[in-house]
């Protein structure tokens, strides 16, 4: 086998696996544990990763970095919350990202997790007895394009060439999947510590295909941790009035604790929380004591708020891969925060069955990258991975119209062309704005850039034939381009990573989209039938200028026609019905000046056919305006 591996680079633990015997089989660390936490710490001259660097997290708590994959490829502003509470110092950084200062030293979110990967790799190559290079690694399905380049470059500081960024539940299915023969519908809920996911995939005989997928990347088994860590401040400060949130260590302190009442309380009814000294009077300077009993109940209350927040992913993955719950054949755990009792029967509950079990939560995402490693080296044969992109891909056209060239949730790699037409008479160069999400209207959606394509030959409007084909690859690298057909002049446009993008913004788009369904579609029909008699105007103006032998009272009716639809284009107020009506009584009175003006009977038909041309919607090469506009 080859030294290729797969990663979980996970927020709370981190594993690595990869191939043996066709298998994919876990590494364990240096300590012999099959899971490594994912903290590192700075103490005096000493760096240390994993188990030993947690166990002195409490007396070294602003030198004792955790929870670094929720800042991966983040702003400043995008953290807030994760600053807000963290024991360590976080900074701003001057591009804008963050920085974790220990000391006099500012450490990036990229090394820190090269230094959690370098000891993965280290204990697995001592393990092994050859040196490992090549690794898959594993990322949430809705983590963004700086999020997965920052994954990719904390692999490449940690020595590492990183062959595939693979969705953590996709990696699941297909390590869940390896032995299976039949064909099922699988549903992966992927609760990890810092994140959340859910695809949809169809599963059988070596195919692995995504149907869907959603998620929360705000939301983790740590916001269980801190629900409690709120509840116990909370309480302590009313009590004695001293805010615990504002001892670094303190607050350290009554995380771990958190998290071990968080795990005893998946198995017993109730645990105590017991923390002494953990401050001091401030009238008496004696020392204050931090005991309390949480009962499961009362966890669940502390956390019905994020329970809430696991449906809603839940519901449009379904949604979107258009089946019922009851189509679903297996619903798969993954990830350690699907041990805690509550979200089992959420699960259960919304899909009407039991989750299956039988794989470890904590390790199968690693495998799954594993079988994926061992895929790409030609070591696993007769598996194929299919993913897809969550939101809709397209192009501003006339009108400020999101055209869709790609749909969400279609499955990569994939490549589409259309044919697009110039919006104006005599366009030497058309501007493509490349664009993605939900939204009818361009302004609403995120621009993943522009680019130009010129020196089109002078024409009439609607003459020239742009061809624009959007293409992503399985790694996610979408490239646009734009050819003119007559001249065979082309443009193009390389994105990276165009398969998902922030959080904050592919939730919005999807919640706008949901929230203004009825507006949008108003907005789209006005766009559509202000476009559609604006090309009936240029139409009907080109035969009108053409036509030397009409004479004025022939030529007035349909003038006045085009004028009146002119100045109806030009009014952002004018209603779809009126567009309409324009664009009927244009299309009647250019036949009646044909007919009135034709010299021949062959002519005649000629004309007669361009009018019809004119007034269709468009023939089945699907021909739409650009600079753009919908043609007719």
Known sequence: MGNAVGIDLGTTNSVIARMEG?????????????????????????????????????????????????????????????????????????????????????????????????????????????????????????????????????????????LRIVNEPTAAALAYGLDKKGSETVLVFDFGGGTFDVSVLEVGEGVFEVRSTHGDTHLGGSDFDYAIVDWLAEDFQKEYGVDLKKDKQALQRMIEAAEKAKIELSGLPETTISLPFIAMDPGSNAPLYLEKKLTRSTFEDLIAPLLKRLRKPVEDALSDADIAKGDVDEVILVGGSTRVPAVKDVVQEMLGKAPNQSVNPDEVVALGAAIQAGVLKGDVEDIVLLDVTPLSLGVETKGGVFTTLIERNTTVPVRKTETFTTADANQTGVEVHVLQGERSMARENKSLGKFKLEEIPPMPAGMPQIEITYDIDANGVLNVSAREKSTGKEASITIQNTTTLAEDEVERMVQDAERHADEDAKFREVAEARNAADSMRTQAQKILDETESATDDQKQPLQEAIDETAKAVDDPNVEKDRYEELTQALAEALQTFQAATAPAEDEAETADAEATEATSEGDEDDVVDADFKPAG
């Open 22 to 162: 066709g298998e994919p089989t876990v590494l364990v660390n240096g300590e012999g544990a099959r899971t490594t936490p994912s903290v590192v710490a700075f103490k005096d001259d000493q760096r240390l990763v994993g188990q030993v660097a947690k166990r002195q997290a409490v007396l070294n708590a602003q030198g004792t970095l955790f929870e670094i994959k929720r800042f991966m490829g983040r702003t400043w502003e995008e953290v807030a919350s994760e600053v807000e509470r963290a024991p360590y110092e976080v900074v701003k950084a001057d591009d804008g990202g963050v920085r974790f200062k220990v000391g006099d030293d500012l450490h990036s979110p990229e090394e820190i997790s090269a230094m959690i990967l370098r000891k993965l790799v280290a204990d697995a190559s001592d393990q092994l007895g050859e040196k490992i290079t090549e690794a898959v690694i594993t990322v949430p399905a809705y983590f963004n394009n700086a999020q997965r380049e920052a994954t990719q470059n904390a692999g490449k500081i940690a020595g590492l060439e990183v």
